[in-house]
């Protein structure tokens, strides 16, 4: 039993509630899995916001993990409702179609992250957790109706090396953070969600500037990009691959495929190749599941992958920009 399922075993009620508001159904039951296997067992599916509202009216929920997107109600709807009737329940909002906007209009509806898709099944994990978590030792948390989450404040280490930018990039994305937002401390998360769509990764330059825009220390700034999976402080390669491991593609090979660049490519999930052309990354569905096993390159989706067309695929980019291709190693 890992500390979680320890945690959830001896909490007053047995599990927390979730509510998974997702209206693709390959999406939710691939979510659903990933909470069972990390010992949530009280997890409802709702396919719609009206759905998702009736079992919030029904029941209990410790946290709602909603998609933005639906059939019928707009997500931010369904937030703010159960923001409004119930102000301490947890919100993790999940979407196909993140904007600044969005991303701001969820922090200021209470939602305590907000993941992108494809996202891993790590920084998914991770969201939860931290929602969850917290809630236990923050009973104040619920008088304030944008709460900036408090969360422990990290040192700087003088041998970590973070990456600067270039500081004339960095003044322009300032100027940008000053006319999008108010300069709050509650306004950490968006402002790095909106530097890292930018700049692909958080450099410590920009960690600085919005220390000093909202107030916060440094430490709490590179505390709160450490804490968030979502969250980069080294650059990603010019091209990032990544892998599905969800369940129709588990089956259909995609470890083998992993293996194969591992080998081919020295490149292990959440790496970035020395010379920065590729970053290898892994997800918990692309919702592609009929084309399994499937792998993303860039914005390009390649669906019926085998671990020879996986590698051609990382060989084509190579040799288009003319980069030598390794062998393939000799079987043992
Ligand atoms: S499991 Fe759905 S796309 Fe891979």
Known sequence: MNALQEAVHSAERPWPQILLLEDETSVARGLQMILDEEGYRAVDLALSGQAALDTFHRKE????????RLPDIDGLEVIRQVKHDRPDTGVIVITGYSTVDSAVAAMKLGAKDYLSKPFSEDEFVSAVKGAL???KASAPE?????????????????????TREDPDRIDRLLADL?????GRPDEVIPMLQMVQGRLGYLPENAL???ARLTGRSAAAVFGTATFYEQFRLAPVGRHIVRVCRGTACHVKGSDRILEEIRQRFELSPGETSPDRQFTLETVACFGSCAI???VVVDDSVKG???????????ADIREQERIPIPERPEEE
């Open 142 to 162: 619920a008088a304030h109706p944008m709460p900036a989450p408090e969360l422990p404040a990290a040192p700087l280490e003088p041998d970590l090396h973070l």
């Open 304 to 314: 019926r992958m085998n671990p020879a067309s996986a590698c051609r695929c990382f």
């Open 208 to 210: 600085d500037a919005i």
């Open 61 to 68: 929920v410790d946290l709602l993990i909603a998609d933005l």
């Open 292 to 294: 399994a096993p499937v």
């Open 178 to 182: 000053r006319r999008q937002f108010a």
């Open 133 to 135: 978590v917290p809630k």
